[in-house]
């Protein structure tokens, strides 16, 4: 029987290990008994995993690796690909699920595993699907990894190992694959509303459709078969829904999936494709609301999400904002406004989805009812001035203005959102940009406000006063010091990432470090703001309370000199390597002190900042309204 060894790069290697790449570089000259490359290039060698853990505990830099590390590792360095090797044992994962004992283990059980598996994909995910059946030879070298890989499942459930493993695999081919980030495949879900057959004709990996909670069946098609396959066994992992995941060219290769048509279709589109199909379907009968130019691919998208919608069914896409407003898609824009079919557009900040720097608009359409008169009203949402409110606090506000249009009452907050009539956005341009039909907040300066305002101010600037922190008697924390890898090692807190395709529920107590940046910013998540999927440009450290006071490690990680520590710069920004953070060692009740410290200041900024945006707001109001009568301050 020939097993397949198990390889690990060298910045493999500094993962298991808490380091950064150059230790292990350092490493390989320092010690003439570093294992040797067993593959790879001269470039970027590849060792043996079970060497070089052996190496590394032998030098006492490595007291247990993580399992699931270990397997992240085997995957992706599998000599068939991350992602053939992550379908594989999503495979064998699903088997062992659904038929519990089905999976031998061994070589010679293997035969009968795949029969059973092939009659279980068939089942799970219809005929036709995505997903490769291994061959014997394969799955026989592949045992061990296999082995790793069942036990990760024992220990965290099937759907949340292959969901880590899935989260990895997508944050390495990130720049070739983009993802929707969770937030905001929540924000349009919610808009979609509850829905029981849900398509997405552009899938990717399957994050839109793992956002529905009431989906029945969920139905997509993906150009690449391996993030077809990945999507599949995401889903049928992560829900109890019927999966209809195929591989094929949605535009060019218009197909159903089931008989009749979508109660939702979400959908983020590859943005501004120029070879789309333009020419060969320009008598296809998706396009009722005119032939989208050869640069309006995105509009092709729209009419083809409506084209499978059911009468009543309900589309969200995340598309660039250009799309709202070049010329050459003003006709189509025109027709979906006269006709009903767009209902609304959400400006949202930038970072909600790549490309991350740009803002990006929500289009929400509807198909129509067959004789129902058009709708006279398009809401058009700027969210821009609720950025730093949160991403959850921005998701209520949107689906609450949402679902106010949507019962016919009022839906106008001044410089956030309103009803705009159809005749108002049908010009010459139809350029449906919200923040061109918004009036700013300030028009809502009268005196009655700008005494509000005023109140509010005073308020703030009087709490953030009574809680200036007092110079403190003790000193600052000395001593001897561990490294959070060090403390992740020894199983007393674990790290988080945003990025991975389920990304973890905030709890209280979690401490939350941006990506990029400084450590300025880190947080503790209180009992208000748990319960929320951490974002992709935040990473998390949940320590164990009996070991380290949450409080204490930020006040810690918020020091000048941490930060220092644990950046590495980039030409365009600060990535912090939150392993690198050096702790003092303290006992409990000493880090509880110090901690309560940190608690007060961070109340103390918090007092601050809300003190100083209510100063710009108060300032601004009084620049745009007090011109108006009875607007000027008393």
């Not at 709490?463 to 922190?469: D, K, Q, S, T, Y």
């Not at 090692?489 to 939350?512: M, N, W």
């Not at 710069?569 to 060692?585: F, I, K, N, Q």
Request: aromatic content about 4%.
């Amino acid at each position: 029987m020939s097993l397949r060894r198990n390889e690990v790069t060298a910045s493999g290697i500094a993962r298991l290990a808490g380091v950064r790449p150059a230790a292990v570089s350092n490493w390989r000259r320092r010690h003439p008994d570093f294992p040797q490359p067993v593959g790879g290039s001269p470039s970027s060698p590849t060792f043996d995993l079970s060497e070089v853990e052996g190496w590394l505990r032998d030098q006492g830099k490595l007291t247990r690796i993580p399992l699931a590390e270990s397997v992240w590792q085997q995957v992706a360095q599998d000599p068939a690909g991350p992602a053939a090797a992550l379908a594989r044992l999503g495979a064998v994962l699903l088997l062992e699920r659904e038929r519990p004992g089905a999976w031998p283990g061994t070589p010679d059980g293997i035969p009968g595993a795949l029969a059973t598996l092939r009659t279980l994909l068939e089942e799970r995910l219809g005929a036709g699907h995505p997903v490769p059946l291994p061959e014997p030879g394969d799955l026989t070298e592949a045992l061990p990894q296999l082995a790793d890989g069942l036990a990760l499942a024992r220990e965290d459930g099937p759907q949340q190992a292959f969901a880590f493993l899935l989260g990895r695999q997508l944050e390495a081919a990130a720049r070739h694959a983009p993802t929707t980030p969770a937030g905001t495949a929540g924000l349009m879900a919610a808009l979609a509303g509850p829905a029981a057959h849900v398509l997405d004709p552009a899938c990717g990996p399957g994050g839109l459709l793992a956002a529905p909670a009431t989906a029945t069946v969920l139905g997509g098609r993906e150009l690449d078969p391996e993030q077809a396959a990945l999507a599949a066994l995401r889903l049928a992992l992560g829900t109890r829904a019927r999966v209809r995941i195929r591989t094929g060219d949605s535009l060019r290769e218009d197909a159903l999936l089931w008989d009749a048509g979508a109660d939702a279709v979400l959908c983020h589109p590859p943005f501004n494709e120029r070879h789309w199909g333009h020419e060969e379907l320009a008598y296809d009968p998706r396009w009722e609301y005119g032939l989208p130019p050869r640069t309006e691919s995105e509009l092709a998208w729209v009419q083809h999400a409506l084209a499978h919608l059911r009468p009543g069914g309900r589309a969200v896409l995340l598309l660039p904002p250009a799309v709202a407003a070049r010329r050459s898609g003003r006709r189509i824009r025109a027709d979906l406004v006269r006709r009903g079919a767009l209902r609304a557009v959400v400006a949202l900040p930038a970072g909600a989805a790549a490309p991350h720097g740009i803002p990006l608009h929500l289009w929400v359409l509807g198909r129509p009812e067959p004789g129902a008169a058009p709708p006279q009203q398009v809401l058009l949402v700027e969210t821009a001035g609720l950025a730093g409110q949160g991403w959850p606090e921005l998701q209520r506000t949107v689906t609450g203005l949402w679902a106010e249009f949507s019962a016919g009452r009022p839906a106008d907050r001044p410089g956030t959102s309103r009803a705009v009539p159809v005749v108002e956005l049908l010009d010459e341009d139809v350029d449906i940009t919200p923040a061109r039909f918004l009036p700013p907040p300030a028009a809502a300066g009268s005196g009655p406000r700008l005494a509000a305002l005023h109140e509010e101010l005073t308020a703030a600037l009087t709490r953030a006063a009574r809680l200036v922190p007092p110079v403190p008697e003790q000193p600052a924390p000395t001593g001897p010091a561990t490294t959070v890898g060090d403390l992740v090692r020894a199983g007393a807190l674990t790290v988080h990432s945003g990025t991975a395709a389920e990304p973890t529920t905030t709890r209280p107590g979690d401490v939350v470090v941006p990506v990029l940046g400084t450590t300025a910013t880190v947080r503790v998540v209180d009992a208000a703001s748990a319960g929320v999927p951490l974002d992709r440009t935040l990473q998390l450290l949940r320590p164990d309370p009996n070991t380290l006071d949450p409080w204490f490690l930020a006040g810690v990680l918020r020091s000048t000199a941490a930060s220092r520590r644990a950046s590495s710069y980039t030409s365009t920004a600060t990535r912090l390597d939150l392993r690198r953070l050096e702790v003092p060692r303290l006992p409990p009740a000493e880090q509880r002190r110090h901690g309560e410290l940190a608690r007060a200041v961070a109340e103390f900024e918090q007092a601050l900042e809300q003190a100083a945006e209510l100063g710009r707001r108060y300032g601004q109001a009084l620049h745009d309204g007090g011109a108006e009568a009875g607007a000027a301050p008393g």
